[in-house]
């Protein structure tokens, strides 16, 4: 799972200079009050591109009753004792809590809330994880083919692609790291020459303004300190930003790590045992954050209003620090599906997936449960019609899961910048889009957060999907996605800056090509075509 995208966004725009006017809505977001739940909001009667949670619990819900849902956030964690979530967990009421036996005979023992598949039976749990691309890589590196066992077949197939992107991806962590040592020398010591010139501690940019009109030595620090100073730059954010680097070197590509051996399972089958029921584990920021967006309690005056008021959060903890694997995400998708979900989170992916073949099956067998899966699009600003992302939901070349919908994300106003300049997209890849920028969920210990991503979309979708089932439970999965589908707010004219172009001058598209509706989803407009569809 990789790093919530606001810290990179600050970090680059000091280094690069791309992101100046995001920084500047952020700081704008922060002072007023109007984006404070932005997400539930309205075009209609707020002037805001949320999903007009809000307008459809005024205009549509009023005196209707409504049946709990179940949705399984399939994440890194989830913090379920949280001042604004507590309430809004699921509980297996056929497990007796803590008495070590398993006994719904569901095969887990104690899982009172979900399942933790990144630990052993002794409580250890998995913290950073290889990519991938590192772990294929040095599964095979050196192996011929006639060596590779059956069950390793499908994996091996990835090895030369893994090779050249872990080559890649290790040449670039190094050069960064390389980099930020240098951009912090530079910066320390261009500061300390000028502040001992002006003769005071903090440097405010009117200071730079006049000492540059008379100090002609210290051209080239000002010149250098100035977008610094300009954006309020934090140098605490150098050290998170080598500490970053360091896990990409020490965890994500080293291929002398190897985090699961605390577990010992066969990652290639689906049957051997592998989990504990502690579902917060090291780290539950993003499923926390993730679940927030769901089920937050509403109307409690405490945090945000999540999206559906009658639902159950199922934690299911399978991303590490690192890429996740194929297995526990099998095991993820069956769990939530054996156990009354209606509709399963992910907010994750990755660019290869050795055991695919087990995640597909998976796949399936939530189809035939009756399973909405929602998936965020991805940030790296890909056409992921030609770039693969996974999971996916192509099984074959000819063969899709019927009830799967990829989210991309989209920001607060009808500009430009609707589509959020990182998010992923395709035509044909990416349903619909979502709220992903500058979003205010939960955090661990029950605090509260702003952040980016289509991590964030896809639990709006999943929430307003939830809010649909939990008013007409009889819809089934494909009933609920294609209403979701075909009453997405579209914006035939616009023209957004394309995704992934970070020039000062981005190139334009039209937002309708960035997805299959071309549009953002509406739970007021889903509401509306359900009532008309129950008729």
Not at 203 to 210: G, H, P, T, V
Not at 288 to 307: E, K, P, Y
């Amino acid at each position: 799972m990789k790093k919530t995208l606001y810290l990179l966004t600050a970090l680059l725009v000091t280094f690069s200079g791309l992101f100046a006017q995001e920084q500047v809505d952020s700081m704008e977001i922060k002072r007023d009050a109007k984006y404070h739940n932005w997400f539930n909001k309205s075009p209609i009667d707020d002037q805001v591109y949320g999903v007009e949670v809000y307008r459809a619990y005024d205009q549509l819900l009023k005196d209707k009753k409504s049946t709990t849902v179940i949705v399984a956030v399939i994440d890194g964690g989830i913090d379920i004792n949280h001042e604004d979530l507590k309430e809004n967990i699921w509980i297996n009421k056929n497990e007796i809590p803590e008495n070590g036996i398993d006994d719904d005979n569901n095969g887990y023992i104690d899982d009172i809330n979900g399942w933790n598949f990144l630990g052993n039976s002794k409580g250890e749990n998995i913290s950073f994880e290889n990519l991938e691309v590192t772990r294929i890589y040095k599964k095979f590196n050196g192996v011929k083919t006639d060596q590779v066992a059956d069950k390793d077949k499908e994996a091996y197939k990835s090895f030369k692609a893994a090779k050249k992107s872990y080559s890649k991806q290790l040449k670039q962590a190094q050069k960064q790291k390389e980099r930020i040592e240098k951009f912090k020398t530079k910066y320390f010591a261009s500061y300390d020459k000028v502040s001992k010139v002006l003769g005071k501690e903090e440097i405010e940019l009117q200071d730079l303004d006049s000492l540059k009109l008379i100090n002609k030595d210290l051209k080239k620090d000002i010149k250098f300190l100035y977008r610094f100073v300009k954006f309020g730059f934090n140098p605490e954010l150098f050290d998170t930003y080598g500490e970053m680097m360091d896990e990409q070197l020490n965890y994500h590509l080293n291929v002398n790590f190897d985090a699961r051996e605390i577990i010992g399972d066969d990652v290639s089958d689906i049957a051997s045992e592998n989990g504990n029921n502690n579902v917060y584990g090291p780290e539950a920021f993003h499923g926390t954050f993730v679940a927030g967006i769901i089920g937050a309690q509403r109307n409690n005056d405490l945090g945000i209003d999540g999206i559906a008021e009658n639902v159950k959060i199922m934690a299911l903890k399978t991303v590490p620090n690192g890429d996740e694997r194929d297995k526990d995400v099998a095991k993820a998708i069956r769990y939530a599906a054996d156990n009354g979900a209606r509709v399963i989170n992910m907010s994750f992916g990755k660019e290869l997936s050795p055991y695919k073949s087990l995640v597909d099956d998976a796949f399936k067998y939530a189809e035939e449960k009756g399973v909405l899966i929602v998936h965020a699009a991805g940030n790296d600003g890909f056409d992921i019609d030609k770039v693969k992302q996974y999971p996916t939901k192509n099984i074959t070349e000819t063969k899709q899961i019927s009830t799967y919908i990829t989210v991309g994300a989209s920001s607060i106003k009808n500009n430009e910048k609707l589509a959020a300049s990182f998010t992923n997209y395709g035509k044909e890849m990416v349903e619909i889009f979502a709220p992903g920028v500058q979003v205010k969920s939960l955090a661990p210990e029950s605090k509260y957060e702003i952040g980016d991503g289509t991590s964030f979309s896809a639990p709006v979708v999943s929430g307003v999907a939830a809010l649909i089932i939990s008013y007409y439970p009889e819809l089934t999965a494909l009933q609920v996605k294609e209403l979701i589908v075909k009453s997405a707010i579209k914006y035939p004219e616009l023209e957004v800056n394309k995704p992934g172009d970070y020039s000062k001058k981005p190139k334009k598209v039209a937002f309708s090509e960035l997805s299959r509706t071309g549009g953002i989803v509406s739970a007021y407009e889903a509401l509306k075509l359900a009532a008309e569809l129950k008729k």
